[in-house]
């Protein structure tokens, strides 16, 4: 199965950039997805990006992929202590995802 | 549009006891999705079903658990006899299921389970 791979703390700066990364297995995946969890709540679709792209962006975030090395990074902008959260890769096919441990920001002020 | 219904959001339990999870997805969402979220890990997939038939349950510890998708609305997702390594958050999804759109999953607030 597919095994996804991320660094389970960050610490930034308010104002600061966040980078989260990922790694996975799977080069099948056609689907890949960036979720956040907010302390006693469920998950939140970020962002995803399609298998076939390098990069997309979406206002404050930036999605790169590197398909030949399997590794996925989420960019923040202007990171914000609303965005103290933990974030999760989940690469998957259309219709199963499988998650990464998540990796815990904390933004400082 | 309401979000995916869990209930109850909290539960504790003695192991050897059972116990019920309720989830109500998002109205016209027809795939649902059970995860478990151990502490510190990410959500693990327990069961998938498209309308009322199940999809995947290859990771459903079936001696123990099981789950219903009864209409193909509303499921429930039992545990007996509980153990201590079940203590997690029980995570409920749904998504449309329509082909060739993206499969977004909406998740529900979790059920926090303890078994002591």
């Known amino acids: 199965g597919e095994d996804v791979e991320q660094s389970l703390f960050l610490s930034v700066r308010e104002g600061d950039s966040s980078v989260i990364n990922c790694t996975y297995t799977?080069?099948?995946?056609?689907?890949l997805y960036w979720y956040k969890q907010e302390p006693g709540a469920g998950l939140q679709l970020l962002t995803y990006?399609?298998?076939?792209?390098d990069m997309k962006q979406d206002q404050r975030l930036t999605v790169l992929l590197n398909k030949k090395d399997k590794h996925l990074s989420l960019r923040i902008a202007d990171t914000q202590t609303g965005d103290s959260a933990i974030y999760f890769c989940?690469?998957?096919?259309?219709?199963?995802?499988?998650f990464g441990s998540g990796t815990q920001l904390t933004v400082l002020p | 549009e309401a979000g995916v219904a869990q209930s109850p959001r909290y539960k504790i339990i003695e192991k050897r006891q059972s116990v019920a999870f309720w989830c109500n997805p998002i109205s016209g969402h027809a795939t649902l999705y059970w995860y478990q979220q151990i502490l510190g890990q990410g959500p693990k997939l327990l069961i998938q079903?498209?309308?009322?038939?199940?999809?995947?349950d290859s990771q459903l510890p079936k001696d123990r658990f099981s789950a219903e998708r009864l209409k193909g609305v509303d499921s429930t997702l039992k545990i007996q006899p509980a153990k201590l390594e079940d203590s997690a958050v029980y995570l409920c999804?749904?998504?449309?299921?329509?082909?060739?759109?993206?499969?977004?999953?909406?998740f529900g607030p979790g059920t926090r389970l303890t078994v002591t």
């Open positions: 990006i399609f298998s076939n792209m």
């Open positions: 079903f498209q309308n009322n038939g199940v999809v995947d």
């Open positions: 799977d080069s099948s995946s056609t689907y």
């Open positions: 989940a690469p998957g096919s259309a219709r199963q995802l499988t």
């Open positions: 999804a749904s998504s449309t299921g329509l082909a060739g759109l993206i499969y977004e999953q909406y």
